[in-house]
């Protein structure tokens, strides 16, 4: 009985000592858990309230340093540049920008080239850089990328250097045509021949500028401006009737299966320039005594039925390493050709603008000296509209309705508490 009661004894002291401990443990760790970390202490102390949510809603990239060059705050989109690595800033340039403006406190800004992460060798980051000091400890640095508004400023700077050259051509040949009819005045039969050089050089001019005011409006219009369920039956027949006297000439026979119940939702004349470039291309490029073929079908597709329009031609086909350049501004396979048939090397350009403008795309398959099938492939009418408007909107309502304009970044730093001061931002 003694041993029994000392075993019992034992077990009862045990049993407390390790309920105590475990009291001792669980409050270590409610302590503990309570406790900010040394990450937590470092951002939620340093950056003032008001700036991580600003930065939150920043379009630029943006990075807060502390004055020990760490990151305190960076939004995702300075993370997905690369400019942020591991904690600190990875831009040696930006990091000596941040250093100099939190010695002195002056704003500076710089464009600088940086190397894509990830990319291939020659393809570049251009972004401009802005550092500013935020209170007194920290700097923040603003980052926009440029390089899709470099792109389109070196596009820009090609087209207006291509229009330069296709305009100078037609215009030099009628100052030099003109000038041969004056010294061949009293020669009949050579004014009739310089006269009849002048109207084909004055229709290549007058081609070259349509086309290039039809390209700019492509690029500008709005879908939903004069949008209507088009026929694809009208939109063959129109592309047929505006090829027929060059299909004529060179006994060219224009074929097309029956297309009813196609519709296409769009701009009419947009979509009529299109298919009529296909078509006009098929039959300038293609021998004598040949066959173009349209074809219009629906085809199943993820997002809803699409309709397809094919035009065939036999003429000389395009090589592969011209077939992804075609759809270029002013690329021309054979530049000889093109001029002996009065092309300007804009027609393909307009036709993928139409397409994309329309949620459709163009492609091409070609065989040389087989011939070429150009393929519209748009949304057809229902579903087209579903996805121009939502559902229930009034497409009038929709179109006089004004955008709300975006807050800027200078216009989020105004809501900063007054004693945090905003730095300038890239406007």
Known sequence: MDVNAAVAAASAIAGLATGVIAVLAFRWSEREQARPTRTALHTEAVLPPGVDTVLSVLRSSAVVLDEGDTVVKASSAAYALGLVRGGRLAVDQMLQMARETRRDGEIRQVELDLPRRGAGRGEGLAVSARVAPLG???????????????????????????????????????????????????????????????????????????????????????????????AVDDLVAEAMDRCRHQANTKQITMATGNTPDLFIWGNRGQLAAALGNLVENAVNYSPARTRVGIAGRRIPAGGGDLIEISVTDQGIGI?????????????????????????????????????????????????????????????????????????????????????????????????????????????
């Open 136 to 230: 007194s400890r920290l700097v923040l640095l603003l980052v926009e990328d440029l390089t899709e508004a470099r792109r389109i400023e070196a596009v820009r700077r090609d087209f207006v250097a291509n229009v330069s050259h296709e305009l100078k051509t037609p215009v030099g040949a009628l100052s030099l045509l003109s000038e041969a009819v004056m010294d061949a005045s009293d020669d009949p039969e050579a004014v009739l021949r310089f006269a009849g050089r002048m109207q084909v050089e004055a229709t290549r001019l007058t081609s070259l500028v349509q086309e290039i005011i039809d390209l700019s409006r492509v690029q500008d219009d709005d879908l939903l401006d004069d949008a209507e369920p088009v």
């Open 319 to 427: 090589s592969e390493k011209d077939r992804e350049r075609v759809f270029e501004r002013f690329y021309r396979v054979d530049p000889a050709r093109s001029r002996a048939t009065g092309g300007t090397g804009l027609g393909l350009s307009i036709v993928k603008h139409v397409a994309a403008t329309h949620g459709g795309e163009v492609t091409v398959w070609s065989v040389e000296g087989q011939g070429s099938t150009f393929t519209l492939r748009l949304p057809e009418a229902g579903i087209a509209r579903d996805r121009a408007l939502p559902p229930g909107t009034d497409p009038d309502a929709e179109a006089d309705a004004e955008p709300a304009d975006e807050p800027s970044d200078e216009q989020l730093f105004q809501t900063l508490p007054e004693h945090i001061p905003a730095p300038e931002v890239l406007p």
